[in-house]
Structures are given as structure tokens and as C-alpha cells.
């Protein structure tokens, strides 16, 4: 029997994403070990150097909150679009299979946690299942595990 499987496309700067990401994975894995019935993830990191290709499955975005600015002077923060990602959703129409984004951030910054993930989804029409800060804790991953197992195979 095949395992089923979520895949998670995702940015990551400052390594924070990438180490959630590889984290969610490892538990995932723990999790199927556990029963067979439970998802493993599959994942896809997206960069400047990312030639965008047909998305074959449904999938999840994670994006980091990347902001610059905000200093005594201009204390106001510019979010950097993420331009390889909408590369990649607008290529061959993946944006068709994208199932939700989830944001990473910091709640220092207010009204912007989590801006780039919320500017996508609204963007795209499509929903902001979850949100964690920095590099997540153990309760994030089981969170976020649970919402993307029940959004990907919701009856």
C-alpha cells in the first residue's frame, strides 16, 4: 500500500521555514510509522534559483513573514514579495492545485505576522489554514499537521 502524502512548497531566508519544514516532515514520518493511515510529507524548496515546473499533486505553501525597513527614521515595514513562489503558482496553472498557505512570522510585528502568507491568500482566493512564530514549537508541528492532514484529505 502506498503511503499518502502531503506536499509542502515553501520559502525559507533565514532558515527558520526550512527548519520547520524539516521538522514537520520527521513527524510526519514518526507519525506514519505510528499508523500507516497517517500522511508523510514530501517537500519542495523554492528559490532564486527555482526553474518552475507542472505541480502533478495538490499541495500546501508555507512562506516566512520577510520584511525590511523600520528604522527611527522610516518605521515603516515594506514586505518583500516572494517573486520565485508566484513563479511557480503561475506556472502551467499550480496555482490549481494548491490547497492553503500557512505563514511563518514574528508577533512582534503586529497587524504584519504573517503578512506574506495572508497577501497570498488573498491574492489567490484560497485560505490561511495556520500561522507559527519563528521556527515553531512541537505543538505548531502536531497543529499544523492535523490541518493539513484534515484539509488534504477531507471527505
Known amino acids: 500500500m502506498m503511503n499518502k502524502k502531503?506536499?509542502?512548497?515553501?520559502?525559507?531566508?533565514s532558515g527558520n521555514v526550512r527548519s520547520f519544514t524539516?521538522?514537520?516532515?520527521?513527524?510526519?514520518?514518526?507519525?506514519?510509522?505510528l499508523n500507516n493511515?497517517?500522511?508523510?510529507?514530501?517537500?519542495?524548496?523554492i528559490s532564486e534559483q527555482t526553474i518552475p515546473v507542472k505541480?502533478?499533486?495538490?499541495?500546501?505553501?508555507?512562506?516566512?513573514t520577510y520584511m525590511v525597513g523600520g528604522s527611527k527614521f522610516t518605521p515603516t515595514l515594506?514586505?518583500?514579495?516572494?517573486?520565485?513562489?508566484?513563479?511557480?503558482?503561475?506556472?502551467?496553472?499550480n496555482i490549481e492545485n494548491c490547497l492553503g498557505f500557512i505563514g511563518s512570522g514574528n508577533l512582534t510585528l503586529g497587524k504584519m505576522f504573517v503578512i506574506t502568507a495572508k497577501t497570498y491568500a488573498r491574492?489567490?482566493?484560497?485560505?490561511?489554514?495556520?500561522?507559527f512564530e519563528s521556527r515553531g514549537t512541537t505543538r505548531d508541528i502536531e497543529r499544523i499537521y492535523k490541518v493539513l492532514t484534515d484539509k488534504a484529505f477531507e471527505k
Open 22 to 33: 524539516h521538522r514537520l516532515q520527521e513527524y510526519a514520518a514518526q507519525q506514519n510509522h
Open 78 to 93: 515594506t514586505e518583500i514579495l516572494t517573486n520565485p513562489m508566484r513563479d511557480y503558482l503561475e506556472t502551467d496553472n
Open 37 to 45: 493511515d497517517n500522511p508523510v510529507i514530501e517537500l519542495l524548496e
Open 55 to 64: 505541480s502533478e499533486t495538490n499541495f500546501f505553501v508555507i512562506l516566512p
Open 123 to 131: 491574492d489567490y482566493n484560497l485560505p490561511l489554514l495556520a500561522a
Open 6 to 13: 502531503i506536499t509542502i512548497v515553501y520559502m525559507s531566508f
